[in-house]
């Protein structure tokens, strides 16, 4: 996986995105991160164009996140899954987001990592 990781100074946002290629048809990943699929990614779903789009927001600690997945077709039955998260932080975790940005990044890669086992251990 790679990410980007950076907060602005003024925001004290934390934008990260986040890769993984998945063993499975599009349908079915995009099908498996909206429900959550023991690796609930999103608490609210915003908008979806399936199987290409999805987006929503997830209560983290401190503050909110706005997520938004893109899945495209990666060879003859993988998928490719490029997450975007953009985290904002309300009081006294705007002091602390640049320490915590690692934490949270390593939190989506945790759980992108459960959701390809789930789904590839399910079409096995």
Do not use: C
């Amino acid at each position: 996986m790679r990410y980007d990781h950076f907060a602005t100074s003024k925001d004290r946002d934390v934008k990260t995105q986040h890769e993984i290629i998945i063993d499975a048809p599009r349908d079915a990943v995009w099908d498996a991160f909206a429900r959550g699929a023991d690796a609930a990614v999103l608490d609210d779903i915003t908008e979806q164009r399936k199987p290409d789009f999805l987006a929503g927001t997830a209560v983290i600690r401190g503050g909110r996140a706005v997520i938004v997945g893109h899945f495209a077709d990666h060879g003859e039955s993988g998928t490719k899954v490029t997450v975007y998260a953009n985290r904002f932080f309300k009081g006294i975790a705007k002091l602390t987001s640049v320490v915590r940005g690692d934490a949270l990044k390593n939190d989506i890669d945790r759980k992108l990592d459960r959701l390809k086992l789930a789904i590839e251990t399910a079409r096995s």
